[in-house]
Every structure is written in C-alpha cells, then in structure tokens.
C-alpha cells in the first residue's frame, strides 16, 4: 500500500504547488474579478473539500470566507448576479462548521438578492445543524424565509419560537410570534423583519441591499391607498385616471408617494402597481 500512496501523495502536491504557481502568474495579467470568477470554479465538490485542504482547514475557510465577501460586493456593485455564491458559502461552512457569521450572510444575501430561498433556507439549516444552540439569528432568518417567500407561517412561527428561546434575542420577537400565527399583514411584518436584519449587520452593501427591500416594501403598503382613490375618481368621473398625478389634481391625495427603486403606474383597467427600475428598463 505504501507503494502506491507515497507517490500518489507525491503527485498530489506537486500538483497543487504546480497550481498555485500557475494562479500567481495568471493573477498578474487578469483583471481581480475575473481571477476570482476562475478560481471559484476550482473548488472541488463539498465531499472532496477536507480531503483537497490537506488538512489546511481553517486556512483555507478563512480565505474562502474573505472572498465570498469580495465576490458579493464586486457583483452588487455591477451586474446583481451571484452564480457562485452559495457553492462558496458551502464550501465556507463545510471547512469550518462552527463559521456563524457566513450563515447568517448567506442566509440574508442568497434570499434577498439571488431570490433564491431555497438555498438560503438550505444553507441557515446547514449553520443549525452545526450549531444548534449558538445564535438566535439563524433561527429568526430562517423562519423569515418560511414566512416571507414560501407563506408557511406556521414554519416561521416555530422559528422565532426557538429563536425567542435563546440568549441575546430581542425582547419584540414574542410579538412577531403571535404575528405569524395571527397571519397578520405581510408587508408590514416583512419590514420589522427586514429592519431587525438591518440592524444585525455593518457591511454597507449587505445594509444596503436589506434597505432596497425595505423600499419596496414600503412602496408596496401603498397601493391599497391609491388604489382607493383610483376607485373614488372613476366613481365621480365615471372613467379611470390616466395617470396617478390626476388623483393629486382631484384633491383626492395631497401627493403622490415616491420611494427609490420604482415608481407608480395605473393600467387601463385602473389597476395600480409599483413597477420596479430593473423592470422599467425592458420594453
């Protein structure tokens, strides 16, 4: 057997130094985010990492987590796409079990800025797993996710139960327990949520996406009210406004509301919806 391990460990490393001088070089004529994109794509699966590190855990938990970070600001900066984000993150945790901070950004990031709550929901299980009685945060992000993206209240009120639980929690969570049973409104509970969350947090992008949705949200609660009036108006004019500004001029809103991110806009059929920037720049 030695026969056959000792120059297979041999050819192992070689292989790895080989590697790693060859990134160094590629390093200095490519841009830095599309150095970190390739070398993303080198991280071997999740049930090969530990064997791939050598040993070299937490060394490279520690590298990997800086550059989840770097990877996400570069993209929420330019283009919003984190194609590799959870496949880091994983590899993240997976290296170093008890990381609870990366948890808590994948958890928060991959749901609200990849819209992908299935991994985020996967990922927050990962980090209770590995750390079940560590950080009441895992706990109130997860049941976040059970409420605000897959309607399962009962779930989110199962979390914030076992978060309300915990050392350190917020003394309103009780409240939010009784929300999730009562099946109370869901934008405003989304925000408390969301402004909690903001306040866990000093990476001013992660803050900074958390905020956006907070925006929307908010702009959101507003429909209802325009939406009344656009009722008024087509009951004293007999027909629908053919812009929201019309409410205004009728003295049936002292103003209409604006919030970054969107704007209003009312249909033919005098239906009011908050159309987002990203979806105002497609015909």
Known sequence: ??????????????????????????????PSRERLEEKLIYIPETRFLKTASLGFHAVLADVLWARSVVYFGGHFL????????????????????????????GGTVLSLEQSDAEKSIELLKKGIRNNPDKDWRLHFLLGFNYFFYMDDHASAAECLEKASKMPGHPTYLPRLVAKMYAKSGKEDTAIEFLRETYRQYEDENVKEAIQGRIDILMAKKQIQPLQNAVGKYKKHYHEYPKELRELVRAGLIKKLPEYEGGQYAIDSAGKVEWIAESDLQWP
């Open 1 to 30: 057997m030695k026969r056959i391990w000792i120059p297979a460990l041999i050819l192992c490393i070689i292989s790895i130094v080989g590697f790693a001088f060859m990134q160094t070089r590629v390093d200095k004529i490519r």
């Open 78 to 105: 330019t283009d919003k796409k984190y194609d590799w984000l959870y496949r880091i993150l994983d590899a993240v945790t997976t290296l170093d079990p008890g990381n609870v901070l990366a948890y808590r950004f």
